[in-house]
């Protein structure tokens, strides 16, 4: 179906199928929601609602991109039988996750060291980043002799990994504290 379609139905009074926004969607292909309303005809209002139903029904998935200058939603379809929960999401990242090391082991060692502090910051919810260290540290210190430089390179990470928000980085708050959010 053609946007001079969707439009037509629309003026008719009829409602959108959801199934028109998914068809603009290869699994795994992410798109604006200007894009779809420009693919399927109509206004990114109605579409950014028709998104936001398909999230609910588990039929996409949303991410929010941001950068300094500004804050764009993607939408896309999920592979079939994808487990989307938050952990298996994080699994997956974890396990592609670019960490610097001389050998396999080595960056091995370094991802399980952000996979520990993403498990302590799942158990605990939130978490200083002083109580991130001294917990997941001692025990995960990935060939690292320093704290800091251990830290500057699990928190980067972290911070990429769904469920988690890191501390605000507003320069007038002290506030260091890490969430952790099911979604």
């Known amino acids: 179906m053609g946007a001079n379609e969707t439009r037509s ?11 028109l926004v998914l068809e603009q969607l290869a699994v795994g292909e992410p798109g604006t929601t200007a894009e779809l309303a ?7 209002a109605t579409t950014r609602s028709l998104c936001a139903d398909l999230v609910e029904r588990g039929d996409l998935r949303r991410k929010e991109l941001r950068s300094q200058e500004a804050t764009m ?5 999920p592979a079939e039988g994808a487990d989307s929960s938050p952990e298996a999401r994080a699994e997956r990242v974890i396990a592609s996750l670019s960490v610097p090391g001389a050998s396999e082991m080595m960056r091995d060692w370094r991802r399980d060291a952000v996979r ?3 498990e302590f910051l799942r158990e605990e919810g939130e978490a200083t980043t002083e109580n991130l260290v001294s917990s997941v540290y001692p025990a995960h210190s990935a060939g690292y002799n320093d704290e800091e430089p251990w830290w500057a390179m699990v928190a980067e990470r972290l911070a990429c990994l769904p469920g988690v928000s890191p501390p605000a980085t507003d320069e007038d708050t002290e506030d260091e504290t890490w969430t952790f959010d099911a979604q």
Request: glycine share 8%; proline share 4%.
């Open 9 to 19: 139905m629309l003026q008719e009074g009829e409602s959108v199928p959801a199934v």
């Open 38 to 44: 420009d693919a399927v005809g109509l206004d990114e």
């Open 73 to 77: 939603t993607v939408w896309y379809r």
């Open 116 to 118: 520990a502090a993403y």
